[in-house]
């Protein structure tokens, strides 16, 4: 293992042309090796890089013209690389990322991850994200380590020193995302969505306002589980406040099982050589086996839009690529099937300003999960229970959920399949 200061890193010393890269996403983004990619990628050339979500915003259109970046969607920061035509998407669950990039679908000649100060035996810790990190170490023929010093060691996945072909070190804060402003309808939609939370549920939410408004409601739970491929800094509360204790899960007991911290310095200090946390790949938070053996599972994911047969769509407004599959139909496929647990859709009834239904007729993008997998959709004015409904009884039970000024009109439109039936 070669080691470098951050100012005197060459990527020349590393990369060829025509290199295929693989990044640590999220709050687990190496910053310094992207800035530095981003400054020297011309002179190398015909560079391409995979990254599956970004919160740092490094990745602009301007930035990203002297090597190609794809992605499974447009999530966080890379939104704006969608709007000017500068992100390749590869439509696919992020589950599959890991095994794309075994089979060399995904290419990765070269890996970029982020890691904490190594321990007394020489390992350091993926710290904030280990989705699909080890696959991509494991493939790539140089592993390139931001170590960072403001990184957690986390427990679950490692990286001993001997895997690393060259540590660039820093000491820099990692990517945070605060918490999302919430607003009454955000609260509106968390309040229905957590009715179906009970004592001893194991959860699985994303992050933002909706999440975050849902999990301060469930302070006055008990033993609750955790099973989530993201976490933010409202798992900090939960435990804090006695609501987590992962007691009654069947597997992993105490422990919240996670692939990616993605939220405040607050959660990563509390994350920091703590025991209640497991970060693992997406090989076992997403795994159907694995999923398959928690009981009470709860899901909560979100959608653009959802049309009256119960179709959603996650991923796309109109010309606009503003989202992506994510971890949505492992998670809802689970929660459905859970012995009493329940997979929850959440979105507003409504968007641009009120202008637009989200619940609809056809929908304006891709299918993301389909209506046979859906089980219940909730907006603010309510939840609607779709799983095992004839296709005319999910036209009026979303139609009583979506905006009342768009009924009327939906009611219309549903009228030829309440009619024949399908």
Avoid at 6 to 18: E, H, I, Q, S, T
Avoid at 204 to 212: F, K, L, M, R, Y
Avoid at 224 to 251: C, F, Q, W, Y
């Amino acid at each position: 293992m070669r080691t470098v200061d951050a100012p005197d890193l060459d990527l020349a010393d590393v990369l060829r042309p025509g290199d295929r890269i693989v990044i640590g996403q999220a709050c687990g983004e190496p910053t310094t090796l992207i800035e530095a990619l981003i400054q020297q990628g011309r002179g190398i050339g015909g560079l391409s890089a995979f990254i599956a979500t970004s919160f740092s915003g490094l990745f602009t259109p301007e930035a990203t013209e002297s090597f190609e970046l794809s992605s499974m969607g447009a999530i966080g920061a890379l939104r704006s690389l969608t709007k000017a035509h500068r992100l390749t998407v590869i439509p696919c669950h992020v589950s599959q990322v890991g095994p794309l990039v075994e089979a060399d679908v995904i290419g990765c000649d070269v890996a970029f991850v982020q890691v904490s100060p190594p321990d007394e035996d020489g390992n350091h810790s993926f710290g904030l994200i280990s989705d699909y990190v080890r696959a991509a170490v494991a493939k790539a023929h140089v592993v390139v380590a931001e170590v960072n010093e403001r990184v957690p060691h986390t427990h679950g996945e490692l990286l001993h020193a001997s895997e690393i072909d060259l540590a660039v070190h820093v000491s820099r804060p990692p990517v945070e995302v605060p918490p999302a402003r919430i607003t009454a309808t955000d609260e509106a939609i968390a309040e229905h969505a957590a009715a179906y939370i009970e004592d001893g549920s194991v959860v699985q939410t994303g992050v933002g306002a909706v999440p975050d408004a849902m999990l301060r409601l469930l302070h006055d739970r008990r033993d609750l589980g955790v099973h989530s491929g993201m976490l933010g800094d409202g798992l900090v509360e939960l435990i804090e406040a006695g609501a987590v204790t992962n007691a009654r899960k069947p597997i992993d007991q105490g422990v919240s099982i996670t692939g990616a911290l993605i939220g405040t310095a607050r959660l990563y200090g509390f994350a920091h050589r703590n025991p209640l946390i497991r970060m693992t790949p997406t090989s076992y938070t997403h795994d159907a086996g694995v999923l398959a053996r928690l009981d009470r599972l709860v899901t909560i994911n979100s959608a653009m839009e959802v049309d009256l047969t119960g179709q959603v769509n996650a991923e796309q407004s109109g010309a606009s690529y503003v989202g992506g599959t994510g971890g949505q139909v492992d998670f809802v496929r689970a929660g459905a099937r859970s012995p009493g647990g329940r997979a929850i859709t959440a979105l507003p009834a409504t968007a641009r300003g009120g202008t637009v239904s989200r619940i609809t007729a056809a929908l304006s993008g891709p299918v993301t999960t389909a209506r046979s997998d859906v089980d219940v959709v909730v907006t603010e004015f309510g939840a609607a229970e779709l799983k095992g409904r004839s296709l005319a009884e999910r036209t009026r039970r979303l139609i009583a959920v979506a905006h009342p000024d768009f009924q009327e009109d939906l009611e219309r439109e549903a009228h030829t399949i309440q009619k024949r039936g399908f």
